[in-house]
């Protein structure tokens, strides 16, 4: 990017971690597979690059442009999800204390749970929703609150502040998972230290690459460490998928918009339906967490979720009628999916056994609407 001045967020998703290729003129950037780097005749790197799991061009771009989108000093791509989140615990050190929601991400509950609470770490988890549980939580050794809002599946809302503030009060820090809500939800304006996303979902926003990303709001102590994890333990992602990611990126605000309009409309239509029974989506004045999320949400996203009358038969009945929805886990691309998420997280009392979870694409939302009026029917 040629200019300075503070830009909207669409024109820095069009350009940042863009340039034009110095040595051919190429618009769209090259892929740099290689795993190795010249050194100059005095065992310099002229470059800056020296070894593909410690720095790539695309990656290094990818990254630049993450930082751009949260508003944040510096980004960490990794090979997933959970290598992400992974590497903030692992940022930690034995003996120090977490304090996460009752209703995290499965993968992130089982990754605490039996991987890192098996290493020392402690952790409490705690229904966020609740601010005076997360008070109560917070002990001399607690490190990092982790927050992941609207939740899964139930859309459930935690205020970002309110939580930061806790953890800032106590010395922790506070990262934040937006892998449901990149651009409409801003963690690092509203007071966390660190985002993390699923680049898999609306990032990559194809369901095509697997990835995930850590943002930090400021280069600190803890964000060198968090650098030191990514090229030490080396969770890092392939230049291809990184090209994959930033180039979906480009028009990730377009489609948060696109995605958001439509699961409005889906949601109020589905809210009126005799069959179904609760609408979880935080856009409708009836949520629970509405007014928290209409103060820290720009729009409410694609993700929500509905019970439909009759329990588990009656909403795998519905997925199955389904002709435009794909039956698939998974969120964020450009396909509308529909799910039954108790069969996903397994005999999870918090899941209802007739919630069907449904990722809005960016069909047409008439014609989302007429699949589920049949598949009601
Ligand atoms: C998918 C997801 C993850 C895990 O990401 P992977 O890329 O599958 O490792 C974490 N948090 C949320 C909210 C997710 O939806």
Redesign the pocket.
Known sequence: MKTDRKMRIETLAVHAGHEIDGATGAVATPIHLSTTFERDPEGGYPHGYIYGRSANPNRQALEQGLAALEGGEEAFAFG??????SAILQALAAGDHVVAPTD??H??TKLLREVYMRWGLEVSFVDMTKLGLVREAMGPKTKLIWI?TPS?PLLKITDIAAVAEIAHTAGAICAC?N??APIVQRPLDLGADFV??????YLGGHSDV???ALIAKTKTDFSERVREIQTTCGGVPSPFDCWLILRGMRSLPWRMRAHSENALKVATWLADHQRVERVHYPGLASHAGHEIAAQQMNEFSGMLSFEVRGGKEAAVGVAAKTNLFVRAT???GVESLIEHRASITGEDPRTPQGLLRLSIGLEHPDDLIEDLAQALE
């Not at 997933?80 to 989140?85: C, F, K, V």
């Open positions: 997933s999800g959970l290598a992400a989140s995290v991400y993968g992130m992941e899964n998972d892998t449901w993390m996303h699923s680049t898999t979902k697997t990835g995930g998974s969120l964020g």
